[in-house]
């Protein structure tokens, strides 16, 4: 089965996630940026991270979050898009 044809099905919550990251614009030009995590089941925001940096590290600590707001309760199928 293709990606997207898991993406486009009826899918139970925390199997699969979407991932983005965009700009904030703020006082006179100042960026901020926000990564977000969402389940595609729930169109629920379950872990985001703000940061004045576009360094990988608002990646690593937007998945950090994703992990503890799942409690160790990771889907076996889980995948993130």
């Known amino acids: 089965m293709r990606k997207s044809d898991v ?17 904030l614009q703020y006082r006179g030009g100042q960026i901020s940026y926000l ?17 004045i940096s576009l360094k990988m590290r608002i ?7 994703l992990a503890e707001a799942l409690d160790g309760n990771i ?4 995948m993130i898009h």
């Open 7 to 23: 993406l486009n099905q009826e899918e139970e919550p925390g199997k699969v996630f979407l991932t983005d990251i965009t700009y």
């Open 35 to 51: 990564s977000c995590i969402k389940d595609v089941a729930t169109r629920e925001i379950v872990a985001y991270e703000i940061s």
């Open 75 to 78: 889907h076996p199928e889980a």
């Open 59 to 65: 990646v690593y600590r937007t998945l950090e979050k």
